[in-house]
Structure formats: C-alpha cells, structure tokens
C-alpha cells in the first residue's frame, strides 16, 4: 500500500499491522512490530519531500517482516553518539525491539525492513 502520511498516520498504521498479526497468530510481537513500525513511519514524515511511503506487511514461516519504502535516496542510519539530542534515535529503537532490520537502496531511494522471529 502508498500512502502519504502524517503526524497522525502511524496510529492507522498500528492499527492495519495489528489486525494482521491477530489473524496470522502473531500477537506475540504486536508491541515490538507497533513501535517499530511507528518509527520507521515517522522517519518518512521527517526526512522524506512529500511524505510518501510505500508499506508492505508480510508473514513468513519464521515470523513478520514489515517494509517501508520511500523516494528519498538519503541512507538509513542509525544515530551514534547524539548525547541530549531530542531526535535520531528512531532506528536504534527499531534495532533494540526487532530480529534484524535492515536499509536497502533502491531505484527510487530506500527500502527499510525489520523482521521479528515468532515467539
């Protein structure tokens, strides 16, 4: 799904991912995936021109995998170092809650994923 999103959008989101965890059998990771989710969505509002994303919400044999794309061709990095810093620390929580995440370019700009084993 393409959305253009907002301040307000993650909480729909949250909402769309948790209706498809209760039905896969995945409420086990439903609050790690909704944290996670929401900072990758509030990346988008920050640092994407335009604010649009694409969201894709997967099930697997070993878990969830939620991915989120975007046109903006900057790199997803996580924050090291920001001491008091109000921001910049979305990616080091979605690195603490999930399995794995990762960031990958794309022809458009980047793709960001994160997985979260079955528990």
Do not use: Q
Not at 10 to 21: D, E, G, K, S, T
Not at 66 to 73: M, R
Request: glycine share 10%.
């Amino acid at each position: 799904m393409t959305f253009t999103v907002s301040e307000h959008s993650a909480r729909h989101m949250r909402r769309i991912l948790r209706i498809y965890l209760a039905s896969w059998g995945l409420a086990g990771v439903t609050h790690a995936a909704e944290l996670a989710l929401t900072e990758l969505v509030s990346n988008v509002v920050r640092h994407v021109p335009g604010r649009t994303c694409s969201v894709l919400i997967l099930c697997g044999p070993e878990g969830l995998r939620v991915e989120v794309a975007d046109d903006c061709p900057g790199p997803a990095r996580p924050a090291r170092g920001e001491g008091l810093a109000d921001g910049g620390r979305g990616l080091l929580l979605v690195e603490a809650l999930t399995d794995r995440w990762g960031a990958e370019p794309t022809a458009a700009g980047k793709t960001v994923w994160f997985e979260c084993d079955r528990t």
